[in-house]
């Protein structure tokens, strides 16, 4: 069955410098997560879009933004990396109605040198 | 503080023992979920119990869920040394309307060949 799609999986950036990730849900999902993970830390919640509109946001630094597309699909975008922002990203989807798991894909593991 | 709670924090126990983990939620939930975690890899979901549930099973795992104490446990029995990882309960918030997974702080089970 199909999977959540997160690319890339592994991503270096510089400091300073722009990254983007992107999210693809399983087919006939309409809700996407966004967490960051910290190295030995918890996943916490960044933001959520449901029908392409953003539902709840979290905590998400002024510097990242996202979207969410027509065909469903997300972008996290991440401006002015800060070494901090080295962390696992996972995305999530959901089927909103029936209150059913969020399945995650891998993450993308982005390191800021 | 988070909205799900996992004690104890780190289990250490030898292959073939049982292992038993729980965790506690603050708001009322119409479900609980739990998952899997191996180091730096991806979130993986185990089982989603619902709220009109008091009992779970799904392979060697075992789910339990009391609203009224706003508790849940995950029991993995005969466990094998591949059931080391972090494990997270994970509940879903409502959210204006829609619905957020916020994570508890994770378990780290070692379970020694």
């Known amino acids: 069955a199909a999977g959540v799609i997160q690319s890339p999986r592994h991503l270096i950036k510089e400091k300073r410098e722009t990254a983007t990730l992107k999210c693809y849900p399983i087919?006939?999902?309409?809700?996407v997560y966004w967490y960051q993970q910290g190295p030995g830390q918890d996943p916490q919640f960044l933001i959520s879009f449901y029908e392409k509109m953003q539902s709840d946001k979290g905590s998400i630094p002024d510097r990242f933004s996202a979207q969410q597309f027509s065909d469903y699909h997300s972008e996290l975008n991440m401006s002015s990396l800060e070494l901090g922002d080295s962390a696992l990203y996972f995305c999530?989807?959901?089927?909103?109605?029936?209150?059913?798991?969020?399945?995650f894909g891998q993450g993308t593991r982005l390191t800021v040198v | 503080s988070q909205q799900g709670e996992e004690d104890p924090q780190a289990l250490s126990i030898q292959e073939g023992e049982n292992a038993t983990m729980n965790c506690s939620y603050k708001?009322?939930?119409?479900?609980l979920q739990w998952y899997r975690q191996n180091s730096g890899r991806g979130l993986v979901h185990l089982i989603l119990i619902r709220s009109n549930e008091r009992e779970k099973h799904s392979g060697r795992l075992r789910v339990t869920l009391d609203t009224s104490k706003k508790s849940s446990s995950l029991l993995i029995t005969a466990s094998r040394a591949a059931d080391t990882a972090s494990y997270f309960c994970a509940t879903p918030e409502d959210s204006g309307g829609y619905q957020k997974v916020t994570f508890g702080t994770g378990t780290k089970l070692q379970v020694i060949p």
């Open positions: 999530a989807s959901s089927f909103r109605q029936g209150s059913t798991e969020a399945f």
């Open positions: 708001t009322s939930i119409n479900n």
């Open positions: 087919p006939r999902h309409d809700t």
